[in-house]
């Protein structure tokens, strides 16, 4: 395992994808800032339960924020990060060396764990710099304890992140090409994000909304009291997520052949 690790390490630092991902996460807080700076001179007033981020202490939130863009970037990686390993034959270096096909799942699996943690805390500090930098540090309304509510809202927002990577790379696997993947993964990020809400509508299945991850993403204010309450439900949805796609990943896997 740790010989997998090691060597997808070597790959993701040679690969011009890790550095795009990188790039543009970096990148987009310091627009975003710059931007919410225009505005604010023409007149507009930020306001969190809208914008999100209006100074450096709400910039905790930048995951959520940019929520939709960070899971279609990360869409696109593990879709051709994985995927190619199939196009190009190379997954069958590993397990013609006697791998086994769950270590090389789970490899995967923590690599894109791994960028997307990297990636959000560049995210994050760039955001919460950038914003301090153009409106002041400020403070998260109603909130007290800033350390302990920043810890907890990136934690579970890391968490509801990984629910759809864990997501990503089970589809990557299934369907073994990047562009299949791709579509199939960008088509998951969309119905469940926008779609998920339909079940309010009904009275007997309108829980099952909040048994998607994308639901508490989209639609929670991670400022709100009511909200911050519900980081218990969130993480249990995302790890109960995590664990069986996972499980699902790696069944499904382990009875592909290989060709």
Known sequence: MLNLLTAEKIKLIRSKKLWIVLGIL??????????????????????????????????????????????????????????????NGTIRNALSLGR??????????????????????????????????????????????Y????????????LLMMANVSIYVMISFITKSSSISLVWSFLYTIGTGFGAPIFMQTEHFKFITYWFSEAFLFYSDFANPADIARFPEMVLVSIVTIVLSSAIGIILFKRTDIK
């Not at 995967?108 to 560049?122: C, D, E, P, Q, R």
């Open 147 to 158: 350390v302990s509510y920043a810890i907890k809202s990136f934690t579970t927002l890391y």
């Open 26 to 87: 970096a990148v987009l807080p310091i627009l975003q800032a710059i931007n919410s700076k225009i505005a604010v001179n023409y007149g507009t007033t930020l306001v969190q339960a809208k914008d999100t981020v209006i100074n450096g202490a709400t910039g905790i939130l930048m995951m959520e924020k940019n929520g939709l863009t960070i899971l279609l970037i990360m869409c696109a990686f593990i879709s051709f990060f994985i995927g190619e390993e199939f196009q």
């Open 100 to 145: 086994s096909r769950m270590h090389y799942y789970l490899s995967k699996f923590v690599m894109a764990a791994i960028v997307t943690l990297i990636g959000v805390i560049l995210l994050t500090v760039l955001g919460i710099g950038s914003f301090s930098v153009v409106f002041g540090f400020g403070e998260v309304a109603e909130i007290n304890d």
